[in-house]
């Protein structure tokens, strides 16, 4: 079955940019989902179809996906965005997988 | 505004089958281009997809626990079913329903998320 790897933590300070990725076999050659969720929290999507962002989701979040890696960049970090956060694909195009989630510190 | 509910029952024992419903507002399971799935996350732990039903009743299923589930839907009552058999301990987790927006194949995403529901499964 498609697997899909992130890093468990990233640390970053405020005002700097975070990046978190997602790694799995030509993940490329499908499109990228990014959420987010915060404690006791529903997740929320932050990027789709690689690089699209949902109404009201800051222009400070962005995604790319090239290769065996796709990118979530958040520039300009704030106390606010620090929350698990997972990466989802389809397994052709008829199976979900979400990555194992990564928990991005503002320090 | 969509919205989505999960109902159900808190506690499950072991071998039980667990029924849980969604209830949705705001859209029609009928409209082309949408879907509902559940998704389930265990304590601390990370997601896991479960199933899924378009507006055309085309199912899927996570291919391991695909002997175990069941998805329908009730386009009346606006809402999707979730069965899941011979339930364990290990199922113990907050089972979310999503809204499916849907285009072809791997562009679809899930852009709503109800509040989940937390199913312990304990004798």
């Known amino acids: 079955s498609y697997e899909l790897t992130q890093p468990p933590s990233v640390s970053v300070s405020p005002g700097q940019t975070a990046s978190i990725t997602c790694s799995g076999d030509k993940l490329g050659d499908t499109y990228v989902c990014w959420y987010q969720q915060k404690p006791g929290q529903s997740p929320v999507l932050v990027i789709y179809q690689d690089r699209k962002r949902p109404s009201g989701i800051p222009e400070r979040f962005s995604g790319s996906n090239s290769g065996n890696t796709a990118t979530l960049t958040i520039s300009g970090t704030q106390a606010m965005d620090e929350a698990d956060y997972y990466c989802q694909a389809w397994d052709s195009g008829t199976a979900v997988v979400f990555g194992g989630g990564t928990k991005l510190t503002v320090l | 505004q969509i919205t989505l509910k999960e109902s159900g029952p808190t506690l499950v024992k072991p071998t039980q089958t667990l029924t849980l419903t969604c209830t949705f507002s705001g859209f029609s399971l009928s409209t082309s281009g949408v879907g509902v799935g559940w998704i389930r996350q265990p304590p601390g732990k990370a997601l896991e997809w479960l199933a899924l039903?378009?507006?055309?009743?085309?199912?899927r299923y996570s291919p391991s626990l695909k002997g175990s589930l069941t998805i329908t839907k009730d386009t009346s009552k606006s809402q999707v079913v979730l069965t899941m058999t011979n339930m364990d301990p290990v199922d113990t987790a907050t089972y979310y329903c999503v809204h499916i927006s849907y285009s072809s194949g791997s562009k679809s995403y899930f852009d709503y998320w109800g509040q989940g529901t937390l199913v312990t499964v304990s004798s």
């Open positions: 039903i378009y507006w055309d009743d085309t199912k």
